[in-house]
C-alpha cells in the first residue's frame, strides 16, 4: 500500500523533501515500467535555496539543504524561480501527478535555459536528467501524497 | 561397421552364466575412462569474491584483477570470454573490431545495468485504455510519425546487430550493452507500431531515409556509425521524442515518449563516451569526426527537405490541419532549433569543430533564425 502523510510539511524544506522521500522510497511501483535504478546527485534550486537529494539504487536515500557551491558537485539541477516550482508542486497536488503541462520534461522545454543545468558542462552527466527523467518525475510526484504548505 | 557389430559393449553384452558367483556389476568394471580434473587449475585468478553493493551485483563490479584488464588491443581472436585461459590452436572468428579505441566507453557497464533494470513492456505497462479518438488530421499526423519512428528503430536494431558480432570478447561490457540497445530499439519498434494501429488509423507514408541510408552504410568502423546513428541521429530523435511527450494527447502516448525517451538518452550516453574515449585515443579522429559530420549534415537537409515529417510533427503541435501553419510551425522550428543548439553543444563538448554557417539549407535557416 502507497504511503500516506501524516503531517504537512513547508515547501521548501528539508523535511518537505524527507516526507516525499518517504512515501516515493515506500511505494514499489516507482520501481517497475522504466523506473527502478536511480543513481544520481541532483539539487533543486528554489529561488536562493538549494536542496541536494541523493537518488542510490531504487531510492531516494538523502536530502540535504546546502548552499550554492553544492551546485558544482552535483551531476545537475534543476533551477527555476519559486513561483514556478510552487506551480508545478500544486499542479501535482492538484491532479494526483503533473499534468501535461507541468512534467519535468515540458518545463525544461519551456525555458530558455532548460530546467535542468550544471555548473560542470558534463553533457554525460548532465544527460543523467533525460536517462532519469521518468524516476525524477515519480518522485516529484509522489508529493502528490503529502499534505504541502507553502511558505 | 561388421566389426563393430561384433564387440559386444558392456551395455548391451549378453549375460554370461557363473555358475553361482556373483554377476559383476558396472561398478566392479574396470574404468573405461579415468577422469584428470586437470582443467581445474587452469585458471588466470582463482579465489575472487565479489560482494553485492547497495544496487546488487553489477557488471561492472566484476572488472577486479585480472579480469578488470581491459587492454587496448585484444590479441585473442577466439570467443575466449576475457579473463579466461584460452584454448591452444582454436581458429580465428575473424573480429574486426579489436582495438579499445574502436567500440571502447567507460559507462557501458554501468549503461547495461540501467537498460537491464529501467526496461518496460508495452504490452502492459503502457496505459493503451487512456487512448481516445482523436481528429482525423490528427490521428493522420501521429500515425505518420509512428511510422517514421518505426523505420529509425528499424535502423537502429540493423545497424547495431550488423556491428555487434564484428565485435570482439574483450570488451564485453560494449557488446552487452548494445545487446539492449537493439532490444530497446525493438521495443520502440514494438510500440510505435502500436500506437499507429491501436486508435483506428494505420501506417502511413515511408520516410525519405537518406540518414537512414547514410547511417546503414557507415563502412568506416563502428565509430563512424556512431556518428551518425547516436551524435546526430540520436540526438535528433531525443528531441523529437523531448517534444512529443509535451504535446501528448494522453497518458499512453505521454508514457511511450517519456520513456523512449530515457532508452535514446542512454543510448546516446554511450555515443558520447565512446566518441570521448575514440577522439582521446585515436590521432586525427577528432576531424574524421568532423568531416563525417558535414557530410552528415547533407543526408539530413536532403530528409528534413521532404516535408512529410515537418507536417506532421506542424499538425501535432497546432492541435489539427488548422493550427499546424502558425503554431505549429512555430513549434516545429523551435524543436530544430533545439536540435542544433544540443548537437553543436555536445560537438563543442568532444571539442569537435563545426561550422553552423556551413550547414546546407534548410538547416541553416534554423541557425539563422536564432541569430536573427
Known amino acids: 500500500m502507497p504511503s500516506q502523510a501524516n503531517a504537512s510539511a513547508r515547501f521548501p524544506s528539508v523535511r518537505w523533501f524527507d516526507e516525499v522521500r518517504r512515501v516515493f522510497n515506500g511505494d514499489e511501483r516507482y520501481r517497475g515500467a522504466g523506473g527502478g535504478q536511480c543513481n544520481c546527485l541532483a539539487a533543486m534550486k528554489i529561488g536562493d535555496e538549494v536542496f541536494v537529494l541523493t537518488f542510490e539504487g531504487v531510492e531516494c536515500s538523502r536530502a540535504v539543504a546546502a548552499d550554492e557551491a553544492a551546485l558544482d558537485d552535483v551531476d545537475f539541477y534543476l533551477d527555476m524561480a519559486p513561483v514556478d516550482w510552487r506551480e508545478m508542486v500544486a499542479n501535482i497536488k492538484a491532479n494526483g501527478g503533473a499534468d501535461l503541462h507541468h512534467t519535468l520534461n515540458t518545463l525544461d522545454l519551456g525555458r530558455e535555459e532548460g530546467l535542468a543545468t550544471s555548473h560542470h558542462g558534463d553533457q554525460y552527466r548532465e544527460d543523467l536528467f533525460f536517462r532519469y527523467n521518468q524516476t525524477l518525475q515519480f518522485f516529484f510526484d509522489a508529493s502528490a501524497r503529502i499534505k ?3 511558505a | 561397421m561388421a566389426k563393430t557389430t561384433k564387440k559386444a559393449t558392456a551395455a548391451n553384452a549378453a549375460p554370461e552364466s557363473k555358475g553361482d558367483a556373483p554377476e559383476p556389476t ?14 581445474m587449475n587452469k585458471t588466470r585468478q582463482w579465489g575472487v569474491r565479489i560482494r553485492p553493493g547497495k544496487a546488487g551485483l553489477r557488471l561492472g563490479d566484476l572488472n577486479a584483477g585480472i579480469y578488470g584488464e581491459v587492454p587496448m588491443h585484444w590479441q585473442d581472436e577466439s570467443r575466449n570470454p576475457r579473463g579466461a585461459v584460452p584454448r591452444r590452436g582454436m581458429p580465428p572468428v575473424g573480429y574486426a573490431i579489436r582495438d579499445k579505441a574502436g567500440l571502447w566507453a567507460d559507462c557501458a557497464a554501468d549503461l547495461y545495468e540501467e537498460a537491464i533494470q529501467r526496461r518496460w513492456a508495452p504490452a502492459t505497462d503502457v496505459p ?26 528499424n535502423v537502429d536494431i540493423e545497424t547495431i546487430t550488423g556491428w555487434q558480432h564484428r565485435m570482439s570478447y574483450g570488451y564485453h561490457e560494449v557488446k552487452q550493452f548494445l545487446a539492449t540497445a537493439s532490444f530497446d530499439a ?28 547514410m547511417i546503414l552504410e557507415s563502412r568506416g568502423g563502428w ?4 556518428v551518425y546513428l547516436l551524435l546526430l541521429r540520436g540526438v535528433f530523435t531525443m528531441t523529437l521524442y523531448k517534444y512529443l511527450e509535451r504535446y501528448a494527447h494522453n497518458d499512453a502516448e505521454r508514457f511511450i515518449y517519456g520513456h523512449a525517451l530515457a532508452d535514446k538518452a542512454r543510448h546516446v550516453s554511450y555515443g558520447l563516451e565512446h566518441l570521448r574515449f575514440a577522439i582521446a585515443h585515436l590521432e586525427d579522429q577528432r576531424q574524421v569526426v568532423a568531416t563525417l559530420l558535414a557530410i552528415g549534415d547533407v543526408g539530413l537537409a536532403r530528409d528534413l527537405r521532404d516535408p512529410v515529417l515537418k507536417e506532421a510533427l506542424a ?15 512555430a513549434v516545429f522550428n523551435d524543436l530544430m532549433r533545439d536540435f542544433l543548439d544540443t548537437h553543436f553543444a555536445l560537438c563543442h563538448w568532444l571539442d569537435v569543430p563545426r561550422n553552423p554557417a556551413a550547414l546546407p539549407p534548410p538547416l541553416s535557416e534554423y541557425v539563422a533564425a536564432e541569430a536573427a
Not at chain 2, 502500436?194 to 494505420?202: E, H, M, Q, Y
Open chain 1, 148 to 150: 504541502t504548505e507553502f
Open chain 2, 26 to 39: 558396472a561398478e566392479d568394471a574396470p574404468p573405461k575412462y579415468e577422469p584428470k580434473y586437470n582443467w
Open chain 2, 128 to 153: 493503451w485504455d487512456s487512448i481516445e479518438p482523436l481528429p482525423d488530421d490528427v490521428e493522420h499526423a501521429v500515425c505518420q510519425l509512428c511510422t517514421e519512428i518505426t523505420q529509425y528503430a
Open chain 2, 186 to 213: 525493438a521495443r520502440h519498434y514494438e510500440c510505435f507500431r502500436k500506437r499507429a494501429l491501436v486508435n483506428g488509423g494505420g501506417l502511413g507514408l515511408e520516410g525519405p531515409g537518406q540518414v537512414n541510408r
Open chain 2, 223 to 226: 565509430t563512424e556509425a556512431v
Open chain 2, 315 to 329: 499538425i501535432v503541435f497546432g492541435g489539427g490541419v488548422a493550427g499546424a501553419r502558425r503554431t505549429g510551425m
